[in-house]
């Protein structure tokens, strides 16, 4: 059994990315706070992989992406 650790990377990143959401979901997150708080689990995460990361979660509607605005909900 091969174990992914790039799948293992993006799940985690995903999860941290719905954790950090979920703590801020009365007034939502900016990128800033999101890529603060996955820093701290992720230490070597770039913007790009958070940003993919968000894309990911909003094309399986679990968040909503503001555009206009930096934050998400």
Do not use: H
Not at 51 to 63: P, Q, T, W
């Amino acid at each position: 059994m091969d174990f992914d650790l790039e799948k293992a990377r993006r799940d985690e990143l995903r999860w941290v990315i719905l954790r950090t959401l979920y703590s801020a979901q009365e007034i939502g997150a900016s990128e800033n706070i999101i890529c603060r708080t996955v820093d701290g689990a992720i230490p070597d995460v770039t913007a790009s992989e958070i940003r993919r990361g968000l894309d990911y979660l909003e094309e399986r509607k679990l968040v909503s992406v503001n555009r206009n605005r930096p934050c998400w909900f």
